[in-house]
């Protein structure tokens, strides 16, 4: 019954009298956002566009040629970015996968009555909001073949974490679990929490194994949600920079961002590196979009 | 499930406790190891076997705010005595205090890094949030056509790459001089933070009642009135929780920090990296500004407990 009064009054000129409409209000409070971010997220991008068609260099002041789709062909046929692809590929394969066996893992082991709960589940959230950047660079004393804790905990000796060409990406991966299954960890327990008991009940009731009942009930209601932080995390182990370009500087480990950073403003190859970022912006915008979708999804449940 | 209880649940139940407690304490281990480092003296940082049990030292911290130089020979025992504490601790490590012509002490650059972060992330996070707050009530309470899309775009902003921004933001900032300034990061910051600060501010807002707003309109206030009277108390806890987590991302940063600022305006994330140079560093010192890095965050990470979830699912998921 409110409501409708309310309508009525709004529309009548007694509340538009007083004060600001409405309409400018939400206009007021919305817009400046958008241009906020059309002028410094959009236009930026157009910029790059059109330097992306050129073989402009920020590093000398001769002016950029017009050289067409050159920079896209250039790059789409070069096998070194094809390789930094596959490693990025690589490594965010492993280091989600690691991630949703970590994190489910321990939000299984969480699920119950424990004493303290909510202290430990505080306490393994930490590391993920901790600086990338900055504890990365702890881990390289951890990963020390000669005087880090890890080799000396697990008796390896002087193993080559970080120089060994073929063990650095692991490494960088490894870290990358240690900061991220907490987010899983995370979701998944709001995602166990929301699984109804009275199914547990009527399992048991069955006299349903705790295989069936997982596969069976726990499972499927919880897919939804271990799906978010899966494509949550692709996106974002796709676009890792800083733990990477922090803990190695290994060829085998060289990620897309790196190289495009590399190419950006070390080899001030600007028009090119335009370019790439265009084909990474593609496959982000790509994901995100997936990803959106399946917010919207579970949010509608 | 609960009432009937074998055994062997109860077996499984325990062993599920002590793995628990297992996989929380490798997790806090690294963590442990940087906080036990920024209290060793040097030589006890990169032994093996590691030292677990030594008297904490305060000397890294003291290292970390000054310019040191290594001592050619140990200072006579006059000037030992009349150096103040912090002085000795430094001496005791085998080096000393850098002081300008004038007996002043020098900084090292970790100061100014520190501020430079402070003024960045809070400044940020002041625009972010009083921007998004605005927006997502908006969103939340007016008609707004082709809503979904433009929540999409909004979204959309925050997932970009650091470094596919950073390229042409570099330029245009190299264009109107702003590369290498607090205002630079600022408004980058603003820009990331904003669009995560309306996706979650809207969350909060569709949770308080219209009924509220409705009511006070009919007493006669203004819309604008009721937001800031009645709207904005409902949304504080909120508008805290935002704040927390743009305070915490702009805080972390690294890749445009990197990017565009390289002294003036340079951030800790950034600058504690570029300490570790060639020759062996000191792990100690490192430990020291990693360690009073991320306490605040740390401190806030508890804080914020109970809106996790939300916040790192962009206010998907709500409790």
Known sequence: MATTMITTLDRSSRAAARGLSDISIRNLFIIPTILFLIVFNIFPLIYSLG??????????????????????????SDPYVWSNFAITAKYVIISVAGQLLVGFGVAMLLNRDIPLKGLLTTLLLLPMMLSMAVVGLFWKL????????????LGLGTFEWLSDPKMALYAVALTDIWMWSPFVMLLSLA?????????????????????????????????PILMIAVIFRTMEAFKTFDLAYILTSQPTAELISIRLYKMAFQEWQTGRSCALAYIVLIMVLAITNIYVKYLNKVKER | MAAVRTSSEITFNRVAIVAV???????????????????????????????????????????????????????????????????????????????????????????????????????????????GTFTAYGFSRFKVKGEADLLFFILSTR???????????????????LNDSHVGLIILYTAFNLSFSVWLMKGFMDEIPKEYEEAALVDGYTRMEAFFKIVLP??????????????????????????????????????????????????????????????????????????????????????
């Open chain 2, 159 to 177: 997932m970009l790459p650091p470094v596919v921004v950073a390229i042409p933001m570099f330029l245009m900032y190299r264009a109107v001089g």
């Open chain 1, 142 to 153: 951890l990963y020390d073949p000669s005087f880090g804790i890890i080799n000396y905990a």
């Open chain 1, 191 to 223: 995602g166990l929490s929301a699984v109804p008991k009275h199914l547990y009940e009527a399992a048991a009731i069955d006299r349903a194994g705790p295989f069936y009942t997982f596969f069976r009930i726990t499972l499927p209601l919880v897919a």
């Open chain 2, 21 to 131: 407690l297992l996989v929380t304490i490798i997790f806090l281990a690294p963590i442990y190891w940087i906080a036990s480092t920024a209290f060793k003296p040097r030589n006890l940082a990169t032994t093996i076997p590691p030292t677990v049990v030594f008297q904490p030292e305060i000397s890294p911290f003291v290292k970390l705010f000054t310019k040191r130089s290594q001592l050619r020979s140990p200072p006579s025992p006059e000037e030992y005595a009349a150096a103040p504490w912090w002085e000795r601790v430094v001496f005791n490590g085998g080096e000393k205090i850098v002081r300008d012509g004038k007996g002043q002490v020098q900084w090292s650059g970790y100061p100014s890094r520190f501020m430079n972060s402070l003024i960045v992330a809070i400044t940020s996070t002041v625009l972010a949030v009083g921007m």
């Open chain 1, 51 to 76: 330097y992306s068609f050129t073989d402009f260099r920020a590093s000398t002041s001769a002016a950029a040629n017009f050289v067409g789709l050159q920079n896209y062909r250039d790059l789409l």
């Open chain 2, 234 to 319: 409902e949304a504080a806890t909120g508008i805290a929780a935002t704040a927390v987590f743009c305070f915490i991302t702009a805080w972390n940063e690294y890749a445009f920090a990197l990017i565009m600022t390289s002294r003036r305006a340079q951030t800790a994330p950034p600058f504690i990296p570029s300490q570790v140079g060639a020759g062996l560093p000191d792990w100690t010192v490192i430990a020291a500004g990693t360690f009073l890095f991320l306490l605040p965050v740390a401190i806030f990470t508890f804080l914020l407990r109970n809106h996790l979830l939300r916040g790192m699912s962009f206010g998907a998921i709500r409790k």
